[in-house]
């Protein structure tokens, strides 16, 4: 038998598992707004759900072999418990996870917030967090009303006639841009 083959039975006989690794690092915070999907979030909006992602995951080997096979996944919002939830790592083999979906976060009220991830495989524990602002909804539309109020006023913006009359029940008023 030669030693390659020596080895093809060994490795079989010796399965090497994802739970050799401990957690290193929990990377970067990834908000994601749920009813778009739009990512990355840098600004949350009052009342409007956000999805939390652990993204870039770092692991380094460990010594034992004798893990549970599970990532322990906790979000904090201002130090408070909002989602909290298990991935099993039977499935993975030797490709571990580069990013974790750690649940949602709603907050309650416009301010300064505090999101912590808390990523736990057996003791070995990494962390990750961000501090964001959050403002009601139609706070967004606030600085395009500035503009536009900012071009009118500078005669910057100026208001026409279409230039096609013979359909009147059409006749817009359009916007135009001074250059």
Do not use: H
């Not at 893990?67 to 571990?96: A, K, N, P, Q």
Request: with cysteine; hydrophobic share 45%.
């Amino acid at each position: 038998m030669t030693l390659s083959k020596l080895a093809f039975l060994l490795g079989i006989a010796l399965p090497a598992s994802a739970f050799d690794y401990d957690i290193a690092s929990a990377g970067s915070l990834l908000l994601t707004d749920v009813a778009t999907s739009i990512a990355p979030i840098i600004t949350l909006f009052v009342d409007q759900p956000v999805a939390v992602t652990a993204d870039g995951l770092e692991w380094t080997e460990n010594d034992s072999n004798s893990t549970t096979g599970e990532i322990l996944c906790e979000t904090y919002l201002d130090g408070e418990v909002v989602s909290s939830g298990t991935l099993s790592l039977d499935d993975v083999g030797r490709e571990l996870p580069t990013s974790v979906d750690c649940g949602t976060v709603t907050v309650p009220k416009g301010g300064r917030y505090k999101i912590e991830v808390i990523v736990t495989v057996d003791t070995s524990t990494a962390s990750t967090f961000g501090e964001y602002e959050a403002y009601a909804p139609a706070v967004s539309i606030l600085p395009l009303v500035v503009i536009l109020f900012l071009a009118v006023t500078t005669n910057m913006v100026r208001f026409r006639q279409p230039l096609s009359t013979s359909y009147p029940e059409t006749s817009i008023m359009f916007l135009t841009f001074a250059v």
